[in-house]
C-alpha cells in the first residue's frame, strides 16, 4: 500500500508588530498530522531600518519557514502556500512542489478530476461535481513534469477534502496562539 | 556832344546805304484774289401741323391726412436794451488810497559764527579686539558598539493539540460514483448497524474519518460535509468509511462505521 499523501499548509501573519508562522501537516481527508508554530518574532526598531522593505520576506522565508521546516520529520508530498506569499516570490526549499490554491470564480469543467492548463504555472482542476474549479498556482522551481504528479495528488486529496480550507485554520490557531500569549 | 552825334547820324545812315545798295528788285507778280464762293442752302418752308388745341386736364388736389399746424411767424417785438455797466463803473469806482510806508522796528540778527570743528555722527564704535582661544583638548576617541541586526532565531514549537481544538471539515464522499455492489454492502451496514428500516432513512454523506478520537461531530448540510473536532488519538487511527443518515418519521440523526469490503 502506498504512503498516503501529506499535504503541508504554510502560514505566516503579522500580529501588532510580531511576525509567526505556523506549518499544518493534514491526510488526504484534512485530518492533522502534525502543527508547528513559532514563538512571535518582534523586530527590533534598529531592526526595522536596517533592514528596511526586505524584513517581512526575510523574516517569513528565511527565519520563519525554514526553521518549521526543519522541525518536520518526514517532507510533505506537496507544501502549500496561500496565493499571496507565492505571488511574493517564494524562495524557499523546492524539495517537493510548492504551489498555491484557490477558488475560483470560473464556469465548471466538463466532469470531476478534469484539469485545464491556464498558464505555464497555473491549472484549473475540477473537485466536485458542479461547484467552480480550483485554482493551481505552482512556483516557479516546479517543472512541468512535476507538476503533473501534483496535480493527481491534489484530486486525490480535493475529493475527500476542501484544499484550501486548512490554510484558514492555520491563521485562526495563530490568532488563537497569540490571544493566548497576550 | 552835337559833333557827335551828327557823327553818329552820319555813320547809321552810311551804313544802312551799304547795306540795302546791293540789294536786287525782283519782282513777283501778285497773286490775285480768287473769291471763294460758298453755296448756300435755299430756305424751305417746312410744313408743320396747326397748333394743337389746348386741353384742360383736370387735377385733384388730396387732402393732407394730417393736419399740420402752421406756425406763424411771430412778429419781432422791439425790446430796449441798455447796458449801463461803463455808467456803474463810472459811479461806482473805489478809490484806494495807499497809506504812507511807516518806519517799522528794526532788530539786529546775529551771524552765528561757523564751527570751528565739524562733529561726526553716527560714529560707530570698533568692536573690541577679539581674543583668541586656543583648543588644545583632542575630542575623546568614540568606542565602536557591534550591535548584530541578525533576527534571533526562533523556536518551533509543537501546537497540534491547539489545532485539534479547531473543527476538521470532512467532504462527503459522491455515493453516485460508489459501485453498485459496495453501496449495497454499505446499506445493509447501516441497516444492521442502526436497526432501522432502509425505508425510514435517507443518507446524508459517506465520510472517511478516523476511527477513534473523534469527540465532537455536526452535519453542515448547506455545505454537504461534516465538522469533526478530533482528539490526538485520531491522528494515528485509521480512517474508516463512516454514513450519517437521518430518521425520515423524526429526523434523528443515525450514523455508522462500515467496513471496506
Known amino acids: 500500500m502506498a504512503d498516503p499523501i501529506k499535504l503541508a499548509y504554510f502560514m505566516a501573519v503579522k500580529e501588532g508588530a510580531s511576525y509567526l508562522g505556523g506549518l499544518l501537516v493534514t491526510d488526504t481527508s484534512g485530518i492533522p498530522l502534525d502543527f508547528r508554530y513559532t514563538e512571535p518574532i518582534t523586530p527590533t526598531r534598529l531592526q526595522g531600518i536596517l533592514y528596511g522593505k526586505s524584513l517581512e520576506p526575510h523574516l517569513k522565508e528565511e527565519v520563519i519557514q525554514k526553521t518549521l521546516l526543519k522541525e518536520l520529520k518526514t517532507p510533505p508530498d506537496l507544501f502549500i502556500l496561500s496565493a499571496t506569499e507565492l505571488a511574493g516570490g517564494w524562495s524557499g526549499d523546492a524539495k517537493y512542489p510548492v504551489l498555491a490554491v484557490q477558488k475560483s470564480q470560473e464556469s465548471p469543467l466538463a466532469k470531476v478530476g478534469d484539469a485545464f492548463r491556464a498558464g505555464p504555472r497555473e491549472l484549473l482542476i475540477q473537485l466536485s461535481e458542479g461547484a467552480a474549479p480550483m485554482r493551481v498556482v505552482f512556483a516557479a522551481s516546479v517543472d512541468a513534469m512535476a507538476q503533473e504528479q501534483a496535480v493527481v495528488k491534489l484530486l486525490e486529496a480535493g475529493y475527500h477534502m476542501d484544499l484550501a480550507e486548512p490554510l484558514e485554520r492555520v491563521t485562526a490557531a495563530l490568532q488563537s496562539l497569540v490571544v493566548k500569549d497576550s | ?261
Open chain 2, 1 to 261: 556832344m552835337f559833333g557827335r552825334m551828327k557823327d553818329a547820324m552820319t555813320d547809321a545812315a552810311e551804313t544802312l546805304r551799304r547795306a540795302f545798295a546791293g540789294l536786287k528788285v525782283m519782282e513777283v507778280a501778285p497773286e490775285p484774289f480768287l473769291p471763294q464762293c460758298h453755296g448756300t442752302v435755299a430756305l424751305a418752308v417746312e410744313p408743320r401741323a396747326g397748333l394743337e388745341a389746348p386741353v384742360t386736364v383736370c387735377r385733384e388736389m388730396r387732402l393732407l391726412r394730417e393736419a399740420v399746424e402752421g406756425r406763424a411767424l411771430q412778429p419781432f417785438q422791439a425790446e430796449l436794451k441798455a447796458e449801463a455797466g461803463w455808467a456803474r463803473w463810472g459811479a461806482e469806482a473805489e478809490v484806494i488810497r495807499m497809506t504812507a510806508l511807516e518806519g517799522g522796528q528794526a532788530a539786529r540778527v546775529a551771524v552765528p559764527p561757523l564751527p570751528r570743528k565739524a562733529t561726526v555722527l553716527g560714529r560707530v564704535d570698533p568692536p573690541s579686539r577679539p581674543t583668541s582661544h586656543r583648543l588644545s583638548e583632542s575630542l575623546p576617541q568614540p568606542s565602536t558598539r557591534r550591535l548584530d541586526p541578525r533576527l534571533d532565531q526562533v523556536t518551533a514549537e509543537a501546537g497540534l493539540e491547539s489545532m485539534l481544538s479547531l473543527a476538521v471539515p470532512i467532504r462527503s464522499e459522491n455515493i453516485q460514483h460508489l459501485p453498485k455492489g459496495m453501496w449495497m454492502r454499505y446499506t445493509l451496514q447501516l441497516v444492521r448497524g442502526t436497526g432501522e428500516n432502509v425505508r425510514n432513512l435517507e443518507v446524508l454523506g459517506l465520510f472517511r474519518i478516523p476511527r477513534k478520537g473523534v469527540a465532537d461531530l455536526r452535519h453542515d448540510p448547506r455545505l454537504g460535509r461534516i465538522l469533526v473536532r478530533l482528539e490526538s488519538s485520531a491522528i494515528r487511527s485509521p480512517r474508516v468509511p463512516f454514513i450519517l443518515a437521518r430518521r425520515k418519521d423524526d429526523g434523528s440523526l443515525l450514523s455508522c462505521f462500515v467496513e471496506d469490503p
